[in-house]
């Protein structure tokens, strides 16, 4: 049974929203790649889990804690009866060695052994549950998401769960002694204390009058929506976009960059690249949103 469904982090939604509208340095590009890719991982292992999981476990997603002063990301928890099963999941592609406790993306690139990592996470999750105290045992496990994955001289641990053996995973978990209330109770426990997004992502520096302006295909991404009468078409892909439903995409994009901007039809066309007129971008913000204020002073909330 899902408890907490996983969420695009605002991170990768900011990210997403910059895209073609900035000029992305190599780190940018990279930091999007990882999160992009994170991001995959997660929501495909979160469908199968969903699809498969037997409703007398329960599985939580994507939790932010704090433990004192220290804060900690979890990927996923499933939780039986008797144990909390904490998932990092690794969406990582093509040919890794594993070599004296050291991981290396072939040819010689070397990466940060994800198994530190989750023995970090699962000290911490196991120490905030004796806080709260919550009596259940915590044990980790690695999933490797991506079919085309593969690890050389990887060692025989229970914590590696490669592609081909999610299914025997899963079976096991739904062979576990079913959740109760106490477990259900622990469950809300985590979702209560979950901090919601990370406070401080790095995030490349950017102001309204230099981004690009235009509005993002649904389809392709790019910002090469233009207007064809009542309709919107993208000039890169072709698709064809509901004006309403692009327009309120665009506000959303806009609203996640710029929080503090009061909404007005004005910026919302400057917004657009000028290709609706304010004409129609204020009757739809009169639609959807409740007007503050007269006459040109207006705005939206
Ligand atoms: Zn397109």
Known sequence: MIIKPLEKSKELRIYQALQDRLPFSSQ??????????????????????????????LLLNDLYLQLGTTTFQLDSLIITGDT???????????????????????PHQEITNPLLQIQRSESLLRRWLQTHHVHMQVESRLVFTHPQFFLYQAPLL????????LSAFIKSMNRAAPAGKKEREVAQQLVSADLGDYPYPELPAYSFTDLQKGI?????GRLALSS?????????????????????????????????????SKLVY?????????KRIKRLLEKHFKPVGEH????YI
């Open 158 to 165: 229970k914590q590696f769960i490669f592609s081909s053996q």
């Open 296 to 299: 040109s002073w207006v705005y």
């Open 270 to 278: 400057e917004w657009s690249g000028g290709i609706i007129s304010r």
């Open 28 to 57: 940018d590009k990279t930091t999007l790649q990882n999160l992009q890719q994170g991001y995959q991982g997660e929501t495909q292992l979160e469908s199968l889990l969903t699809e498969r999981l037997s409703p007398s476990v």
């Open 84 to 106: 909390i099963f904490l998932l990092e999941v690794k969406h990582y592609a093509g040919n890794h060695k594993y070599e004296e406790k050291n991981w290396y993306k072939l």
């Open 228 to 264: 064809t009468g009542w309709n919107l078409t993208c000039s890169q892909c072709g698709a064809a976009d509901n004006m309403e439903e692009a327009l309120l995409r665009h506000i959303v994009e806009l609203q996640l960059l710029f929080p503090d901007d009061k909404l007005t």
């Open 216 to 220: 993002r295909c649904h389809s392709c």
